[in-house]
């Protein structure tokens, strides 16, 4: 099964993620927007794996209290196909603390994670082809800055369906300090 492990965005983000996604699609030659249900923000992938107990017991070792998730604004990474769009989320001292001390564990039970630096970003639209009337203050101005408070992290099953990407919950570790 192809698993990740990501923090699930209130309905409110949601929302305001799902009308920029409305915006590109309607300013662009070609894009294929994230769809309303698969939005996150994503702290490990862990790829095609049968190893799921060992995942759960790598998830809860990591400890962290409670902290704010913060919007920041628009981005995208550049790739041949067309570009990746996203909402940019705040590289804060406890987001990248709870991610780096994530990959250790699942390191430690000797999964592959990527060693690239960790740009936290929810992802809006792929393959995004602008058109000439795309307004990246526009797009900006839809995704206002946004908090919520983190209270757990999710391993989530990634699944095709006719076409269509699902992703299903199979465990949740609380944020807590260290016992």
């Not at 190893?51 to 400890?63: F, G, K, S, Y």
Request: net charge negative; with cysteine.
């Amino acid at each position: 099964m192809r698993l990740f492990i990501a923090v699930s965005l209130p309905p409110l983000w949601k929302d305001r993620m799902d009308t920029a996604t409305h915006y590109l699609k309607t300013h662009t030659e070609h894009c294929i927007p994230t769809p309303r249900g698969t939005f996150h923000l994503t702290l490990a992938f862990l790829g095609e794996t049968d190893r799921l107990a060992d995942v759960i017991q790598a998830m809860d070792q990591v400890h962290g209290a409670p902290f704010p998730l913060i919007s920041s604004g628009i981005g995208q990474f550049p790739l041949k196909e067309g570009d990746l769009w996203w909402m940019g989320i705040e590289s804060t001292p406890p987001l990248m603390d709870l991610q780096a001390k994530l990959a250790d564990s699942l390191r430690g039970a000797g999964f592959e994670i990527s060693d690239k630096p960790y740009q936290p970003h929810a992802s809006l639209a792929r393959q995004v082809q602008p058109k000439p009337d795309l307004d990246a203050a526009e797009l900006e101005r839809l995704l206002p800055p946004m908090s919520f408070e983190v209270r757990y992290m999710t391993l989530f099953r990634s699944d095709w369906d006719r076409g269509n990407l699902f992703y299903t919950p199979l465990h949740r570790t609380m944020l807590t300090e260290e016992n």
